[in-house]
């Protein structure tokens, strides 16, 4: 689905397909040049980023392994409240890999702090993040991200992976909500 398929869904166009293409493709040279002769494993987390990390992972001239992680956050309503329980866990062994947790976008980071944590209990040589968007609160928080795609507005953006209510994920692109597809509802 193109970003023309549902233009009047959405109150403004962030980025195009090409523009996150040229982005993504940057950044995999930079984790090229980063993990040059160092065994990389990329974990992603389910469902968002799904289209990040394919596109990442084509676009590495190196090997890596992929793995997946399904978590879901306890907590009232839209509000992340940082406890996670994992859904689907990895089927492989961190002692001494390097992982490189690949996220579709960070809001307040809740939900990666948690996951950091806990995967870097398991004795892997290291763990950075890799996420596609971020917003303005994972910035005050702190959450440290070694690889950022864009910096967006705080707004609820849906396209390349994100979801409003399962649906525009498959969306290519990035695009701002209109506040009335959600308020019709
Ligand atoms: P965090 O713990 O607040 O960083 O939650 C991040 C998760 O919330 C992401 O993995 C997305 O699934 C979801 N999310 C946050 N902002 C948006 C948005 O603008 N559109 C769609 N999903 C979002």
């Known amino acids: 689905m ?4 549902v233009r009047d869904d959405l109150s403004q166009v962030l980025y195009s397909r090409e523009q996150i293409d040229e982005r993504i493709r940057q950044i995999a040279a ?11 494993l990329l974990v992603g987390v389910l469902n968002g980023a799904i289209m ?10 190196s090997h890596c392994e992929m793995e997946w992680m399904a978590i879901s956050s306890y907590g009232a309503g839209t509000a992340s409240s940082g406890v996670v329980r994992i859904l689907k866990d990895l089927s ?3 002692v001494g890999r390097h992982v490189l947790i690949v996220e579709d976008i960070v809001d307040t980071g809740l939900t990666l702090a948690y996951l950091v944590e806990n995967l870097r ?24 991200v070694k690889y950022v795609g864009f910096d967006i507005p705080n707004q609820f953006v849906v396209g390349y992976g994100l979801d409003y209510a399962g649906k525009y994920r498959n969306m290519t692109g990035l695009g701002i909500l209109d506040p009335k597809v959600y308020l019709q509802e």
């Not at 193109?2 to 398929?5: H, L």
């Not at 984790?31 to 990389?40: A, I, P, S, T």
């Open 2 to 5: 193109d970003i023309d398929d």
């Open 30 to 40: 930079e984790v090229d040049r980063d993990y040059e002769g160092k065994d990389l």
């Open 52 to 61: 990040v990390m394919s596109d990442l992972s084509r676009a590495l001239r």
């Open 92 to 94: 492989v062994d961190l």
């Open 121 to 144: 209990a398991r004795g892997p040589a290291s763990v950075e993040i890799m996420t596609a968007f971020r917003k303005p609160e994972a910035i005050k928080n702190k959450i440290t």
